[in-house]
């Protein structure tokens, strides 16, 4: 049994040559389907049509989120229940199968540790080809290059986005976004992007004093635009 | 006067469709040519020609390697003469040009600020397309996310490499390595890769105090067979 794990980028126009070479190969596309109107399942399915591959979604289990205490247990519980859901079709079904990953599996993305989950239970050979992450399309929207000049960028979650600041950061690519609490930040500079690639598209930038009233703005039109949003930004200290 | 940064990724395979429709519409790519054995130029003329577009190369200034305090300075200087050579061709030909940036540009490329110099000198408009960068070619090659469940990942230059650590960071991707030094660092992980994408590729991983032969000798290989070597890689410290 095969899977491959494929980056598609933030949408068709991002699947490379090699991702629709190994789609093409594959036999079905494994993919979860929230109990909302599911609008990532609907992307995927547009990707894998165009392929003439054909979608097998599954229930996405319920995540706990009530205790963010333990956010790696919560998450470790979420993904043993998308495991089994997946290795019932498995065991079901023959044949290559693919997962279209949004953006890149290497950034905040779970589905290669679901799959390492899945080839301890199943005899299963997998690969991952890589994606355009989020971070890379915010910096080419912008037009900027994620660091200064041979600096580092810190790439990290809202959640962390506070001790990456306390222990001296100052050049941080946030992910996983959630609420956005910019306190005490005014002075820094930020380049944000809200539903990056689609047509509910938010970009802004500048001071974060400045912007924030507008950022906010385009973060709830792009939500209302959509019915979803996911957003990434670059957080630079004043020089 | 238009400009497209163009993101490839790291060979054809990696050329997304909207990097192609741009590439398409382009009337020439302007690229450098060192005075040596080119092969990124000659990776550039695949592209170029795959899809009918012709390559202006202007040859590559000096850059000065012997200051390497001074390091920004040293990048500037090569910058401008950089810049003054584009502008020299932008000025005597027509249309719409195109630089093909190998991986991505937001990642430790110079392209886009040339391209900034550039506009404040002629009337240019300018965009830029995202490609696939080395740490996410790394991460697939090896499967693996580049950082723990909801943990950050420093992404640095190995001229930086023993600061982050100092300063307490446990999982570094590192680019423009150069030589390699990890003594110290016998016990952390690493997952490393040379020449990615290209068929002078190799990859290692492993605990660094094992694996570092293996490695070094890889990354001669890499070497051997291509004539040039570049890697990338992540570290992570031990749990």
């Known amino acids: 049994m095969r899977i491959r794990i494929l980056g598609v980028g933030m949408g068709p126009q991002h ?3 090699e991702v629709a070479d190994a789609l093409r190969g594959c036999d079905y596309v494994l993919a979860v389907e929230k109990t909302s109107d599911d609008r990532l399942l609907a992307a995927r399915r547009t990707i894998a049509e165009r392929f003439g591959v054909e979608v097998v ?3 996405d289990p319920d995540r706990d989120r009530a205790d963010p205490a333990d956010y790696p247990r ?3 519980a979420w993904h043993e229940a ?3 859901a997946y290795e019932q079709v498995l065991r079901a079904r ?3 199968v693919a997962f279209l990953v949004w953006g890149d599996p290497s950034l905040y993305d779970s589905t290669i540790r679901l799959v390492e989950q899945l080839a301890q239970r199943l005899p299963i050979e997998y690969d991952v ?3 355009v992450s989020a971070p890379q399309l915010l910096a ?3 037009r900027i290059v994620l660091h200064a000049v041979g ?3 810190h790439v990290t979650t809202a959640r962390r986005l506070r001790g990456a600041i306390a222990a001296g950061q100052k050049n941080v690519c946030v992910m996983l976004t959630g609420s956005l609490d910019l306190a005490g930040l005014e002075d820094w500079s930020i380049w944000w992007g809200a539903n990056l690639g689609t047509d509910s598209e938010r970009l802004v930038a500048g001071r974060v004093g400045d912007v924030l009233p507008v950022l906010l703005a385009g973060r709830d039109e792009a939500k209302a635009a959509a019915g979803w949003v996911m957003d990434v930004y670059l957080l630079r200290a004043p020089s």
């Open 94 to 96: 023959e044949g290559t």
């Open 15 to 17: 699947v490379t040559p």
């Open 74 to 76: 919560a998450v470790a």
């Open 82 to 84: 998308r495991v089994a």
């Open 129 to 131: 080809l890589p994606g």
């Open 57 to 59: 979604a599954v229930p």
């Open 140 to 142: 080419a929207r912008h």
């Open 151 to 153: 600096e580092p960028v």
